[in-house]
């Protein structure tokens, strides 16, 4: 579990509550998909992840280790392609109106992205609904609903430059320090600047803290070695992340570069925050960011993405770091309370399913919202609807944490007969293993929810 606090930027703090203060040095001194986007899928399609030689799952292509650049271009467009399900019988008009509206959507949002200043609440309007795939519609939208990017398109270049520079000099400045400082503190000889050893060797003075078998905190061995175990952990993690995804996953040159990044982008938020370093998970939510700003089609927006994703990722915990606390567990804004807000929810809007679970199977909340919580719904659904997800996340009015639990909320709701009718084992492993479920209708349940517990209601038939 997390042992501090972080710290956010002032400007993050007008975006979202600030239990961060200022996360990153150097950077406070600034002013501060529903499986898809747009597209309804019905039971039965399913998500195919396409290999470079333009077949299946199965296929497998020579020039997987060649070609970088046909690698990235398969990755950003087929990663994700949806796999058609066979035509069936009725009247097409329902897919001509979804197409019409899709296109619509689209439009709405390349006009309001195009405009000198960005109506932040009508994005939020347009982003609830979905945000389309490609173009880097979702990239720019995800930046400016983050407060990444100001609503003044004329302030954009100079805070993208601004703030990509000061990512790059500090992953330099503390991410390359450990290493210079173990090498340092391995040249134990005296060398003569024209390599020429005169006389024997004399070793240098070092200080009791510089010993590698030195326990104190301020040791650079003490340093190097929690640095080495951080990094593995994250190794590790990194390649558990959506194993199903070749952009993530694999050993083809552009996995490896994706996997880099987010290594360095973790590590260095780590470093930043000793207190708090990494924790198991991180990645999980790190990787819808990385992934919509890598696949940005705008080349530069793209070549940037780990500097951007950095800024982002820090913006995203700021509405949510408490819950990693182990300290703060039994405070107002620790997971507990998070969790037991969860459950006045839950009564507020269906009684005999909240006393079905908390007393007759006794199913806490502790037991399976923990890691909906903790990790963004991202152990939950599949990516594409991941995106979708996050779309109404991060354009919520009253911020992520409140829409978040309408959907947690919305998640019981929606599976209330199943659960009615199971015992402690049954409803546990069914909310472990959430079934698939039509996420359009899963975020109109969660909609329907009032932000106030005691307006809480839910006009809907399940």
């Not at 998909?33 to 077949?55: A, H, K, M, W």
């Not at 994700?80 to 959507?105: F, M, Q």
């Not at 400016?144 to 993208?160: A, H, I, N, T, V």
């Not at 390649?239 to 360095?264: A, V, W």
Request: contains cysteine; proline residues 4%; charged residues 30%.
């Amino acid at each position: 579990m997390l042992k501090g606090k972080l710290k956010l930027p002032d400007k993050a703090k007008r975006a979202f509550p600030d239990r961060l203060g200022s996360l990153v040095a150097g950077f406070e001194d600034k002013e501060e998909e529903n499986r898809g986007s747009d597209l309804v899928f019905e039971s039965g399609e399913e998500l195919e992840t396409i290999q470079p030689n333009g077949y299946g799952s199965g296929g497998e292509s020579e020039n997987d280790e060649d070609d970088e650049d046909y690698d990235e271009k398969v990755d950003r467009e087929s990663d994700l392609r949806i796999r058609p399900k066979p035509e069936r019988e009725g009247p097409g008009s329902v897919s001509v109106l979804a197409a019409i509206a899709a296109d619509d959507k689209r439009s709405d949002l390349e006009y309001e992205l195009s405009q000198p200043e960005i109506n932040l609440e009508k994005l939020q309007r347009i982003a609830s609904s979905g945000l389309p795939d490609g173009g880097g519609l979702r990239a720019t939208a995800w930046k400016l609903l983050l407060g990444y990017l100001p609503p003044s398109r004329d302030l954009w270049e100079k805070e993208l430059i601004e703030n990509r520079l000061k990512y790059a000099k500090l992953k330099e400045e503390l991410l390359s320090q450990l290493t210079r400082k173990k090498v340092g503190a391995l040249s134990y000889c005296d060398h003569p600047a024209d390599g020429v050893v005169a006389g024997p060797l004399k070793r240098h003075e070092i200080s009791e803290e510089d010993h590698p078998l030195s326990l104190g905190k301020a040791s650079v061995w003490h340093q190097y070695f929690q640095h080495t175990e951080i990094a593995e952990q994250i190794d590790r993690d990194l390649q558990r992340t959506h194993p199903d995804l070749k952009f993530f996953s694999g050993d083809s040159s552009f996995s490896r570069k994706h996997r880099e990044s987010m290594r360095s982008i973790l590590l260095l938020f780590a470093k930043l925050n000793p207190v708090i370093r990494y924790v198991q998970g991180m990645n999980e939510v790190l990787a819808p960011i990385y992934y919509v700003f890598s696949t940005d089609t705008n080349e530069q927006n793209a070549a940037n993405a780990e500097a951007d994703s950095f800024s982002c990722f820090v913006r995203l915990l700021s509405d949510s770091v408490d819950h990693f606390c182990e300290q703060l567990d039994n405070s107002a804004v620790g997971i507990l309370s998070t969790l037991s807000r969860l459950s006045e929810l839950l009564k507020a809007n269906d009684e005999e399913l909240w006393r079905h679970l908390e007393f007759t199977t006794k199913v806490k909340p502790q037991y399976y919202a923990f890691r909906w919580i903790t990790l963004l719904l991202t152990q939950e659904f599949n990516f594409q609807c991941i995106m979708r997800i996050w779309d109404s996340l991060l354009s919520s009015p009253y911020g992520v944490q409140d829409m978040l639990l309408k959907i947690c909320c919305a998640m019981l709701l929606c599976v209330k007969s199943r659960l009615l009718s199971g015992d402690f084992v049954a409803n546990l492993k069914l909310l472990q293993n959430y079934p698939d479920i039509n996420i359009e209708h899963l975020l109109q349940v969660a909609r329907d929810l009032s932000s106030d517990p005691s307006t809480y209601r839910l006009s809907l038939t399940l």
